[in-house]
């Protein structure tokens, strides 16, 4: 049995069609914070999310599939906290609101400082986060497999940087650190690796659309206040990119239901690996869209990156895992001295 065999077709397909909206939703959020400010601009398409789910759940609801919320246990697993589900689900929409609420803040604000081509591949640190609160909170040791995509993500990130090792080969991984949007999307990358679970508990207690819904809702609710606390004006948005608002919204509520479809139908790790795979896509669109530079290293960084993140999660042995990062470096590797050729994107010598 291969491993695609192992899961639901259709919770394949929904996670691939996650990987595509979230192709376009970052494409749409590096666009918005070009002029505006994070606060508002997620309070506006968030807004826009919550109606749209709305309508969903209400249509769904005419249809014969009403809200439903049933028990999922304790909370947080803690014997003592077994509350009703109401109350459960409650209290874990809270907890991912406020979790997710700032990565969505800092995603942007990412954008806002740095290239996307830049810091939108370090979303791939995710699961390296998930091995090490695993291996801090629980004992879990990783296996070599594992190490070793950890040590490919690690050098997909120095590949990105490696235009400085002109001054010192320590250099990529003092920017990677030092660069303010790379901080704010490593932010992500960990917040992300924290609520993966949680979403998985909380969307097999009430579904996809309802779900989606009440984060939806959480987080509007979370930047008006924010908006008004701060002194923003959570309407300019609207007033000078509707467009750019309104399919940003599009793409978010697709990404919600399809990524919680797809978590419900199989391993929440195999979805991450497929909306990591279009990393590579948003490397690319950075460059023929916003005119980055530097994309042939980036482009090589990313994908090195996605095949750490394969190695994290295929059940395969140390030796394929071996074989696996050969074939691809000798794939990759080529391909990116190529299109340093093409893109005009020379690489400086080391240091000495």
Known sequence: MTVVDRFSEFGLVMATVASLGNVAGELLRKQIMLRQNATAATFAYRSLSTLFVAIAVIVLARTGTPVKIVDGGAFFGIPFLHWSPAVTFVAYMVALTAILGYASWAHLKAFQLSALSTTAPLLSFTPVFVIFTGW??????????????????????????????????????????????????????????ISGPIEKRVVLMSGAFTEALAYAFGTMALFFALSLAFRVDPRTPFRQEPWTVFWLACSDVLVLVTQLVAAALMPVVVGISLKRAGTIVIVLLGWLWFKEKGISRKLLGSAIMVVGVLLIYLPIGFVEALLVTAAGLGILVPLAIRARTVMGDPLPEPAP
Do not use: N, Q
């Open 136 to 193: 801090v909170g629980f004992g879990e040791v990783p296996s070599w497999t594992k190490v070793l995509g950890i040590v490919l993500i690690v050098a997909g990130a120095f590949a990105i940087h490696i235009d400085l090792l002109a001054e010192s080969w320590l250099s990529p991984f003092k920017a990677l650190v030092g660069e303010t949007g790379s901080r704010y999307m490593m932010a992500v990358a960990l917040l992300y690796a």
